[in-house]
């Protein structure tokens, strides 16, 4: 996908969700699965999350396009914690998320190309967020200095 500036597309909710599960994990292992994921936003929230939830989610249901359809906002802060990203990803629309879903598609080229660092000179790209992704794909590597 490129960055067509204000030809952009906006992002649909499913998209993004399925953005973290796509690219937040190590470039040789499978992305996570909706039961780990809702496992783990369940202990974050201290009750139970079923992962069929997660699943209408990915699929769109709560997608703008479905109205009356509102997303659990717990629950999509859950899940940007799960994968270690702002919540305003999932929580907001406009040039904050926007901006997250480069980062996240930049992580992504890097991951596949196997990059562990790159020097970010003259860019907005949060240098913190995306130094705790990289680190969370790189699996069992050490973290490089």
Do not use: C, W
Not at 28 to 53: D, K
Not at 59 to 70: K, P, S
Not at 85 to 95: E, F, H, K, N, S
Request: hydrophobic residues 40%; proline residues 6%; charged residues 25%.
């Amino acid at each position: 996908m490129t960055d067509h500036g204000s030809n952009r597309p906006e992002l649909t909710l499913s998209h993004k969700i399925n953005r973290l599960f796509s690219v937040v994990h190590p470039r040789n292992a499978p992305e996570r699965s909706t039961e780990s994921v809702a496992e783990q936003i369940g202990e974050f929230l201290g009750r139970t999350v079923p992962p069929g939830y997660l699943e209408r989610l990915r699929d769109g249901e709560f997608d703008d396009r479905n109205a009356g359809a509102t997303a659990d906002v717990e629950i999509l802060a859950a899940v940007a914690r799960s994968f270690g990203v702002a919540a305003d990803y999932l929580l907001t629309r406009g040039p904050a998320a926007d901006a997250i879903d480069r980062e996240l598609e930049l992580l992504a080229t890097m991951r596949d190309a196997n990059v562990a660092s790159v020097a970010l000179r003259g860019s907005n790209i949060d240098r913190a967020m995306l130094a705790r992704i990289i680190q969370s794909t790189e699996g069992s590597m050490p973290p490089s200095r």
